[in-house]
């Protein structure tokens, strides 16, 4: 049985002629051709719905636009959650999501200045965390594209540090500036999110290793102060 | 020598994130990348090129066009072309029957009745696929996955939804069928 199995190894693959495989590729192609199409019909289709309600919502009055300066203390800061939402859901590409973290993240950290600077410690604690929740699913979304596109991944890793490197300069002026221990405890700990997410961010995705620059989340010793690839 | 290249891998999810978005260049990868083993596999089971074409073309379109399938279902894209394949060919026994169209009196068949005694290199290729033909299902696949497309027992496994365990065992049996049908042959 050995034998036989030996045999069979040294059995020549029958290969496919020329012809057949010129004729297979431009069928194939053809189809794979045709349902990109039919696929990007479909997400059309989906964008123009959700051009709708955008519009719908953003047409809901003069609340919308004076919501958009609000701080959490303020009566029409809901409506400004909703509008982020729905600017959330219209960032397709991961280069405009990727933005749109961003933008959010420095908006929480501005509230979270603002915040302080009333005395409103608790608010100021909830904007800081929200603030590394986005730098969190912005690293997440710079490990996921580590799979599909490694180009545009270190382009949008590249501009996430610069994001957080600034965030960082702003969190550390502040802590400077604040005397109030829980405060300071608050800020603190934002920089270490943020830190996290610098890890998440260079941590390649197939398997949860560090990427090949030697940088990741087996980096112990990360520094808290990212400093961007040029 | 075998050119039927290593088997795919981790490799193969860049490429099909890029034919998920339309990308022509990596369909084509892919395309040459399987074409030829998938044509193998299923000329090994039909024994007509005519038809292990046709079934290889039809393949490798569903592969690439039903990518959004394919993410739902937990197994590596090989197996997954490989199932396909498999699919097809059962498709086109149902439609036309299954019958070996090789004809017999083309083989070179051995001499000797005592399977012990054959001199296992005296065999033809032809031999050896017509004989194939005779067994299960099951048995064909697992001895064509295995010794025609060089895959490892795991990745005939994930082929064919069974345990390696499994697969071992139904690849000693697959031998044991083979060597009957060959004997089979010689005394006919």
Same mark, same amino acid.
């Given at each position: 049985?050995?034998?036989?199995?030996?045999?069979?190894?040294?059995?020549?693959?029958?290969?496919?002629?020329?012809?057949?495989?010129?004729?297979?590729?431009?069928? #194939?192609?053809?189809?794979?051709?045709?349902?990109?199409? %039919?696929?990007?019909?479909?997400?059309?289709?989906?964008?123009? #719905?959700?051009?709708? %309600?955008?519009?719908?919502?953003?047409?809901?009055?003069?609340?919308?636009?004076? *919501?958009?300066?609000?701080?959490?203390?303020?009566?029409?800061?809901?409506?400004?959650? #909703?509008?982020? /939402?729905?600017?959330?859901?219209?960032?397709?590409?991961?280069?405009? /999501?990727?933005?749109?973290?961003?933008?959010?993240?420095?908006?929480?950290?501005?509230?979270?200045?603002?915040?302080?600077?009333?005395?409103?410690?608790?608010?100021? *604690?909830?904007?800081?965390?929200?603030?590394?929740?986005?730098?969190?699913?912005?690293?997440?979304?710079?490990?996921?594209?580590?799979?599909?596109?490694?180009?545009?991944?270190?382009?949008?890793?590249?501009?996430?540090?610069?994001?957080?490197?600034?965030?960082?300069?702003?969190?550390?002026?502040?802590?400077?500036? %604040?005397?109030?221990?829980?405060?300071?405890?608050?800020?603190?700990?934002?920089?270490?999110?943020?830190?996290?997410? %610098? /890890?998440?961010?260079?941590?390649?995705?197939?398997?949860?290793?560090?990427?090949?620059?030697?940088?990741?989340?087996?980096?112990?010793?990360?520094?808290?102060?990212?400093?961007?690839?040029? | 020598?075998?050119?039927? &290249?290593?088997?795919?891998?981790?490799?193969?999810?860049?490429?099909?994130?890029?034919?998920?978005? &339309?990308?022509?260049?990596?369909?084509?990868?892919?395309?040459?990348?399987?074409?030829?083993?998938?044509?193998?596999?299923?000329?090994? +089971?039909?024994?007509?090129?005519?038809?292990?074409?046709?079934?290889?073309?039809?393949?490798?379109?569903?592969?690439?066009?039903?990518?959004?399938?394919?993410?739902?279902?937990?197994?590596?894209?090989?197996?997954?072309?490989?199932?396909?394949?498999?699919?097809?060919?059962?498709?086109?026994? +149902?439609?036309?029957?299954?019958?070996?169209?090789?004809?017999?009196?083309?083989?070179?068949?051995?001499?000797?009745?005592?399977?012990?005694?054959?001199?296992?290199?005296?065999?033809?290729?032809?031999?050896?696929?017509?004989?194939?033909?005779?067994?299960?299902?099951?048995?064909?696949?697992?001895?064509?996955?295995?010794?025609?497309?060089?895959?490892?027992?795991?990745?005939?496994?994930?082929?064919?939804?069974?345990?390696?365990?499994?697969?071992?065992?139904?690849?000693?049996?697959?031998?044991?069928?083979?060597?009957?049908?060959?004997? &089979?042959?010689?005394?006919?």
């Amino acid at each position: 049985m050995e034998a036989l199995a030996e045999r069979l190894r040294t059995v020549e693959p029958m290969a496919p002629s020329p012809a057949a495989k010129i004729r297979g590729w431009n069928l #194939v192609s053809a189809a794979v051709q045709q349902s990109a199409t %039919v696929r990007s019909r479909g997400h059309s289709v989906k964008r123009l #719905v959700l051009a709708a %309600v955008a519009a719908a919502v953003l047409l809901v009055g003069g609340a919308v636009a004076a *919501s958009a300066d609000s701080l959490p203390d303020s009566a029409l800061y809901p409506i400004k959650g #909703v509008v982020e /939402q729905v600017r959330g859901a219209l960032a397709f590409s991961p280069s405009d /999501q990727l933005t749109y973290h961003l933008e959010l993240a420095q908006t929480r950290l501005t509230e979270a200045e603002a915040m302080i600077a009333r005395h409103r410690l608790d608010l100021a *604690s909830q904007a800081l965390s929200a603030m590394d929740d986005q730098l969190g699913d912005a690293a997440a979304l710079v490990k996921a594209e580590k799979g599909t596109d490694p180009a545009i991944a270190a382009d949008l890793e590249n501009r996430l540090l610069q994001a957080i490197a600034t965030h960082d300069g702003q969190l550390a002026r502040l802590q400077g500036q %604040v005397t109030n221990p829980a405060a300071q405890s608050a800020i603190l700990k934002a920089r270490d999110r943020a830190a996290q997410a %610098v /890890q998440v961010a260079q941590t390649s995705n197939n398997n949860g290793n560090p990427s090949p620059n030697g940088k990741g989340s087996g980096n112990a010793s990360a520094s808290p102060h990212p400093t961007p690839k040029h | 020598m075998r050119a039927l &290249g290593k088997a795919a891998s981790d490799d193969d999810r860049p490429l099909i994130e890029r034919v998920r978005r &339309g990308d022509q260049d990596a369909a084509r990868t892919l395309y040459e990348r399987y074409f030829d083993r998938i044509y193998n596999y299923v000329y090994a +089971r039909l024994g007509r090129a005519e038809d292990a074409e046709d079934l290889a073309i039809d393949t490798m379109t569903r592969s690439l066009t039903r990518l959004d399938l394919f993410q739902d279902q937990g197994v590596a894209f090989s197996s997954w072309v490989y199932r396909i394949a498999h699919n097809a060919t059962i498709d086109h026994y +149902r439609r036309h029957g299954k019958v070996t169209l090789v004809p017999l009196d083309d083989a070179t068949l051995p001499q000797s009745a005592d399977p012990s005694e054959l001199a296992m290199e005296q065999l033809s290729n032809e031999d050896l696929r017509l004989a194939l033909r005779d067994l299960t299902d099951e048995q064909q696949q697992v001895l064509i996955l295995r010794f025609f497309q060089d895959l490892t027992a795991a990745q005939v496994a994930g082929i064919m939804g069974k345990s390696v365990g499994a697969v071992q065992a139904l690849q000693h049996r697959a031998l044991g069928s083979l060597e009957r049908a060959l004997q &089979g042959r010689a005394e006919n």
